[in-house]
T-cell receptor, first 113, second 117 residues
């Protein structure tokens, strides 16, 4: 699986958009970008994933650059409950999605009042 | 979304004893379950992959005789830490893969915090 690079930590004001970047310059053509988050002392929670196109769901939006070498997770209106460590993971999806997830260091997002 | 439970949520045991942790998929059948370990201020590290009805596949450096994994049914996997020592104190998290779904994502349990005295 391709390696990802994320900033160690970020701050965001409550109610503002949180933009979390991720670099994955060695991503392969069949690898998806997945985002998970882990609130303190809990198991990780799936947020969103994508291959080429931008994706949006009820939690967040995922913007993938045209060359697919980087992506940005956007939380449109961050709340205090969004304070967590956010992990960007690149791996083969689809029929091979049973493969394990490799977690890097992630980005510790602190949402402040 | 799919729900995965773990039991117990926390456990304290004496050094030398064995501890069993259960991971259950509550509303789906999991063809594959994964066990992770997380030390304080560190990321999750995969310990082993468990497939129903077959032997678990352990990651390099994980002792299979110390961390016994049993995946007896499509909804239950257990991790037994045998002869636990203080260095085994950690946050143990399981995840389950249903084998289908739009995101093909894994669903994680809430974790079990093990403290070995």
């Amino acid at each position: 699986d391709a390696k990802t690079t994320q900033p160690t930590s970020m701050d965001c004001a409550e109610g503002r958009a949180a933009n979390l970047p991720c670099n994955h310059s060695t991503i392969s053509g069949n690898e998806y970008v997945y985002w998970y988050r882990q609130i303190h002392s809990q198991g990780p929670q799936y947020i969103i994933h994508g291959l080429k196109n931008n994706e949006t769901n009820e939690m967040a939006s995922l913007i993938i650059t045209e060359d697919r070498k980087s992506s940005t997770l956007i939380l449109p209106h961050a709340t205090l409950r969004d304070t967590a460590v956010y992990y960007c993971i690149v791996r083969v999806g689809g029929g091979n999605a049973g493969n394990m997830l490799t977690f890097g260091g992630g980005t510790r997002l602190m949402v402040k009042p | 979304g799919a729900v995965v439970s773990q039991h117990p949520s926390w456990v304290i045991c004496k050094s030398g004893t064995s501890v069993k942790i259960e991971c259950r998929s509550l509303d789906f059948q999991a063809t594959t379950m994964f066990w992770y370990r997380q030390f304080p201020k560190q990321s999750l590290m995969l310990m082993a992959t468990s497939n129903e009805g077959s032997k678990a596949t352990y990651e390099q450096g994980v002792e299979k005789d110390k961390f016994l994994i049993n995946h007896a049914s499509l909804t239950l996997s257990t991790l037994t830490v045998t002869s636990a020592h203080p260095e085994d104190s950690s946050f143990y998290i399981c995840s389950a893969y249903p084998g289908q779904g739009p995101g093909h994502e894994q669903f994680f349990g809430p974790g079990t915090r093990l403290t070995v005295l």
